[in-house]
Protein backbone atom coordinates (compact mmCIF):
# COMPACT_ATOMS: atom_id res chain seq x y z
CA UNK A 1 0.00 0.00 0.00
CA UNK A 2 1.49 3.59 -0.72
CA UNK A 3 1.42 6.37 1.82
CA UNK A 4 -1.30 8.18 0.80
CA UNK A 5 -3.84 5.50 0.86
CA UNK A 6 -3.19 4.80 4.55
CA UNK A 7 -2.95 8.40 5.87
CA UNK A 8 -6.66 8.92 3.93
CA UNK A 9 -7.47 5.52 5.59
CA UNK A 10 -6.31 6.90 9.31
CA UNK A 11 -7.65 10.24 8.71
CA UNK A 12 -11.59 8.53 7.53
CA UNK A 13 -10.88 5.65 10.33
CA UNK A 14 -10.17 9.01 12.84
CA UNK A 15 -13.06 11.41 11.70
CA UNK A 16 -15.51 8.00 11.94
CA UNK A 17 -14.63 7.58 15.34
CA UNK A 18 -15.37 10.74 16.57
CA UNK A 19 -18.05 11.86 14.60
CA UNK A 20 -19.30 8.26 16.31
CA UNK A 21 -18.06 8.96 19.85
CA UNK A 22 -19.39 12.72 19.86
CA UNK A 23 -23.10 11.25 18.84
CA UNK A 24 -23.07 8.84 21.22
CA UNK A 25 -22.29 11.35 24.01
CA UNK A 26 -25.36 13.36 23.08
CA UNK A 27 -27.29 10.21 23.03
CA UNK A 28 -26.61 9.73 26.60
CA UNK A 29 -26.85 13.25 27.60
CA UNK A 30 -30.09 13.40 25.99
CA UNK A 31 -30.74 9.67 28.09
CA UNK A 32 -29.92 11.11 31.45
CA UNK A 33 -31.73 14.51 31.30
CA UNK A 34 -34.72 12.53 30.16
CA UNK A 35 -34.69 9.73 33.06
CA UNK A 36 -34.13 12.69 35.74
CA UNK A 37 -36.51 14.79 34.64
CA UNK A 38 -40.05 13.96 37.49
CA UNK A 39 -37.84 12.47 39.85
CA UNK A 40 -37.41 15.14 42.50
CA UNK A 41 -33.70 16.06 40.93
CA UNK A 42 -32.86 19.55 40.13
CA UNK A 43 -33.16 20.49 36.97
CA UNK A 44 -31.45 24.13 37.14
CA UNK A 45 -28.64 22.39 34.86
CA UNK A 46 -30.46 20.83 32.52
CA UNK A 47 -33.53 23.07 31.40
CA UNK A 48 -31.31 25.90 30.93
CA UNK A 49 -29.29 24.16 28.05
CA UNK A 50 -32.04 21.74 26.73
CA UNK A 51 -31.71 23.73 23.17
CA UNK A 52 -28.29 22.39 23.10
CA UNK A 53 -29.22 18.86 23.96
CA UNK A 54 -32.27 18.81 21.66
CA UNK A 55 -31.88 20.98 18.85
CA UNK A 56 -34.90 21.93 17.32
CA UNK A 57 -35.46 24.17 13.47
CA UNK A 58 -38.87 26.27 12.93
CA UNK A 59 -41.10 24.10 10.68
CA UNK A 60 -42.99 26.48 8.31
CA UNK A 61 -46.69 26.32 7.84
CA UNK A 62 -47.92 23.96 4.72
CA UNK A 63 -49.46 25.77 1.56
CA UNK A 64 -52.04 23.31 2.05
CA UNK A 65 -53.03 22.78 5.35
CA UNK A 66 -54.90 18.92 5.60
CA UNK A 67 -58.08 19.34 6.72
CA UNK A 68 -59.83 16.69 9.43
CA UNK A 69 -63.66 15.46 8.80
CA UNK A 70 -65.86 16.51 11.46
CA UNK A 71 -66.76 13.58 13.52
CA UNK A 72 -69.67 12.52 15.69
CA UNK A 73 -68.78 13.40 19.12
CA UNK A 74 -68.64 11.00 21.89
CA UNK A 75 -70.40 11.56 25.42
CA UNK A 76 -67.51 10.43 28.11
CA UNK A 77 -69.07 9.04 31.59
CA UNK A 78 -69.74 11.28 34.16
CA UNK A 79 -67.95 9.10 36.44
CA UNK A 80 -65.61 6.48 36.38
CA UNK A 81 -63.65 4.04 38.80
CA UNK A 82 -60.27 4.70 40.08
CA UNK A 83 -58.28 2.51 42.71
CA UNK A 84 -61.56 0.66 43.81
CA UNK A 85 -63.22 4.43 44.40
CA UNK A 86 -65.59 6.47 42.20
CA UNK A 87 -64.63 9.53 40.87
CA UNK A 88 -67.30 11.97 40.03
CA UNK A 89 -65.75 14.64 36.83
CA UNK A 90 -67.66 17.23 39.38
CA UNK A 91 -64.84 16.66 41.81
CA UNK A 92 -61.94 16.64 39.21
CA UNK A 93 -62.84 20.59 39.25
Given amino acids: ?14 ATFLVTASS ?3 SKERLMFISSMFTGVEQHQNLNRAYKIFPTSKLPASKEPFT ?3 VKSVNLPSSFIFRDKSIDELDLN
Fill in 1 to 14: MNKTFKFKSIIWIT
Fill in 24 to 26: QDL
Fill in 68 to 70: FGV
